[in-house]
């Protein structure tokens, strides 16, 4: 018998979405350990392959096209090569990138990881190299933005995510003119330090470390409720999604107790990286479709948990989520 859950997934494709904000190139370069190097203590890697994968902002676009949403990708990148890769990358996923500005004052924000191995071993990152300048955009830039924000509003979006990393392009303008789009617009926000800045929207999706930046403690069991009625309360928001590692989630909505979700899947992690995209993408396009806030929770979660078990910045496809639901009932 099919999960209620599925339909929701089967309507993605019909869902009209933007993604804004901070746009970041993931770099890999991977290499096989050769030697130890005559001038440090240091490993010596020969170069094997580079690759580079969206990140932040573009990870969630990138998991809400592999599930089937019209996505469009709104922000500002350097006139540099990682910014034409990016874009590169992002189009060949059939991501509109139509709106990702080019500023020649900006660099785009890459994070370099270095995968190193022996060559008949699986690699890892060794270490990671971040090359980021918080550069606030220009008034031209910014008016165009929140024009074009505007245009879309009025022109069938279903759905606006905002990966907000602190970098300069969801500016106090931006930020103004979400506020001010219709209320049947869901509008979700991942933001790494500001959380709290975003009155009104749909849901905020934090993990633990950003709430204890947010408020000043860390919410741990004696204080989760604590911390989620504060989020509410301050931001206005419909809906807190608190993601908690491998305590899996807890959603919080108005005067209703919050729900406690366990991860989905094994426990044995393989690489956390952009789960956290994942999540909001995923969240976001189920709401989108027509789920509650804890169906759309419940199937973020299933996404999470597939996210995970792969290695690198990576994306969910529809058929390994909608595997998850085969053998339950409804």
């Known amino acids: 018998m099919n999960s209620p859950l599925?339909?929701?997934?089967?309507?993605?494709?019909?869902?009209?979405?933007?993604?804004?904000?901070?746009?970041?190139?993931?770099?890999?370069?991977?290499?096989?350990?050769?030697?130890?190097?005559?001038?440090?203590?240091?490993?010596?890697?020969?170069?094997?392959r580079r690759e580079t994968a969206p990140g932040g902002g573009g990870n969630a676009a990138m998991n809400a096209a592999a599930l089937g949403g019209n996505v469009r990708a709104i922000g500002a990148l350097g006139a540099d090569a990682a910014g034409e890769e990016l874009r590169r990358v992002m189009e060949r996923r059939r991501i509109d990138t139509g709106l990702l500005l080019t500023d020649s004052e900006r660099l785009t924000p890459t994070k370099t990881r270095?995968?190193?191995?022996?060559?008949?071993?699986?690699?890892?990152?060794?270490?990671?190299?971040?090359h980021e300048k918080q550069l606030d955009l220009s008034e031209m830039l910014e008016s165009q933005l929140v024009s074009e924000l505007e245009r879309m509003a009025n022109d069938g979006l279903d759905a606006l995510l905002i990966s907000d990393y602190g970098l300069g392009v969801v500016t106090k303008?931006?930020?103004?003119?979400?506020?001010?789009?219709?209320?049947?617009?869901i509008v979700t926000v991942d933001s790494r330090y500001a959380g709290d800045s975003f009155l009104g929207v749909t849901a905020v999706t934090p993990n633990e470390e950003e709430v204890a930046g947010l408020l000043g403690y860390w919410p741990d069991e004696e204080?989760?409720?604590?911390?989620?009625?504060?989020?509410?309360?301050?931001?206005?928001?419909?809906?807190?999604?608190?993601?908690?590692?491998?305590?899996?989630?807890?959603?919080?909505?108005?005067?209703?107790?919050?729900?406690?979700?366990?991860?989905?899947?094994?426990?044995?992690?393989?690489?956390?990286?952009?789960?956290?995209?994942?999540?909001?993408a995923t969240f976001t396009l189920s709401l989108a479709a027509g789920a509650s806030m804890r169906e759309a929770a419940e199937i973020a979660n299933r996404a999470a948990?597939?996210?995970?078990?792969?290695?690198?910045?990576?994306?969910?496809?529809?058929?390994?989520?909608?595997?998850?639901?085969?053998?339950e009932s409804a």
Do not use: C, W
Not at 8 to 13: A, H, K, L, V
Not at 254 to 280: C, E, F, K, M, N
């Open 223 to 280: 204080r989760l409720d604590e911390a989620g009625a504060s989020l509410l309360e301050t931001t206005g928001v419909r809906a807190v999604l608190l993601t908690r590692g491998d305590k899996g989630m807890s959603l919080f909505e108005g005067d209703s107790p919050r729900t406690d979700i366990p991860i989905y899947g094994s426990d044995q992690v393989l690489d956390v990286t952009g789960a956290g995209d994942t999540v909001i």
């Open 6 to 48: 599925r339909e929701y997934i089967q309507r993605f494709p019909s869902i009209r979405m933007a993604v804004l904000g901070d746009f970041i190139a993931d770099e890999f370069i991977h290499g096989a350990t050769s030697r130890i190097s005559r001038e440090a203590p240091v490993l010596v890697l020969d170069f094997i």
């Open 305 to 327: 948990g597939l996210a995970v078990m792969k290695a690198g910045t990576t994306v969910v496809e529809p058929h390994e989520l909608l595997a998850t639901f085969e053998g």
């Open 114 to 130: 270095i995968m190193a191995g022996g060559r008949n071993t699986k690699r890892q990152q060794v270490i990671r190299v971040d």
């Open 173 to 185: 303008g931006v930020k103004e003119a979400v506020r001010k789009l219709p209320a049947e617009i």
